[in-house]
């Protein structure tokens, strides 16, 4: 009877500073393999869905306060975040966090020291990478600074990748891209699932895009879920239509 789910967030209240409520009572399942959209407006608390999955509250003074994490079916409420990514959950934060000063290999490299602890382990596999944005590939002795905001993207999402993980969080990949590159990027993230199988937990105010590839998706307003059920189903709803895809 159970799904083999590699995330499962199970009614937790998250808040910042001691004051603001930012989540109440949130359930989520990610089911293995799949990619799962999480949609809703701005505040909802969808960024902080992912903070709290991948051990970031902490750096701004979040308390997971109630309700538990289970990544692969153990609890993760309270790991670090480095020791998540060597267990294999990236983390694609929003506004594609690059080192600006690093070239684009140099970023590739960190990333695979970040998950191994050491500087001579193996060889990060940059074609792993390159494979999925050949653009990266050109411009991979340019530092991650003089890339274009689409570039930095791919990076960000490249420096996830090259981890190998099983599950990515990502929050926002289309955030200030062109519609074509927001094409791009989202024909990439479904290949990336089709071709690996990595499992995927994707933020999105673009629920449009987000609902073509995602397998299945929840809305969410004021801390909780509101709105569940498959993609389909979901693109379908009348309300969903009306106040988050704008068809009404
Ligand atoms: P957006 O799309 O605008 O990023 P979101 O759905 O991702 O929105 P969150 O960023 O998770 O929403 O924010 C949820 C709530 O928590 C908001 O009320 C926000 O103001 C608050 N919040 C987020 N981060 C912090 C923080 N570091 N300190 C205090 N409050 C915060």
Redesign the pocket.
């Known amino acids: 009877t159970t799904t083999d789910n590699v995330l499962e967030i199970n009614n937790i209240e998250v808040i910042?500073?001691k004051v603001?409520q930012?989540l109440r009572g949130l359930s989520i399942a990610v089911p293995r393999g799949q990619i799962v959209a999480l949609l809703?407006?701005?505040?909802?608390?969808?960024?902080?869905?992912l903070?709290a999955a991948s051990g970031l509250l902490e750096l701004?003074?979040?308390v997971l306060e109630s309700g538990a994490i289970r990544f692969n079916g153990k609890d993760i409420g309270s790991t670090a975040p480095q020791q998540l990514v060597r267990q294999g959950l990236s983390h694609v934060m929003?506004g594609r966090r690059v080192f600006e000063d690093l070239t684009v290999e140099e970023n590739l490299i960190a990333s695979t020291y970040a998950l191994t602890g050491r500087t001579s382990a193996k060889a990060p596999d940059f074609d792993l990478v390159y494979t999925y944005f050949p653009r990266l590939h050109e411009r991979r002795k340019g530092l991650a600074g003089y890339l274009s905001g689409g570039e930095q993207q791919m990076l960000a999402i490249g420096r996830a990748l090259i981890a190998q993980p099983e599950l990515i969080l990502l929050?926002?990949p289309s955030l200030g891209l062109s519609p074509r590159l927001v094409e791009d990027i989202f024909t990439i993230i479904a290949r990336i699932n089709a071709e690996h199988g990595t499992s995927m937990l994707l933020?999105e105010?673009n629920a449009t895009v987000a609902l073509a590839v995602a397998h299945s998706g929840y809305i969410?307003e004021n801390?909780k879920i509101v709105i569940n059920g498959s993609a389909e189903k979901l693109s379908n709803d009348p309300d969903v239509r009306e106040f988050y895809l704008g068809m009404g």
């Open positions: 910042y500073n603001v930012a809703g407006s701005n505040g909802a608390g969808k960024s902080t869905t903070k701004e003074d979040g929003e929050d926002e933020v105010q969410m801390g």
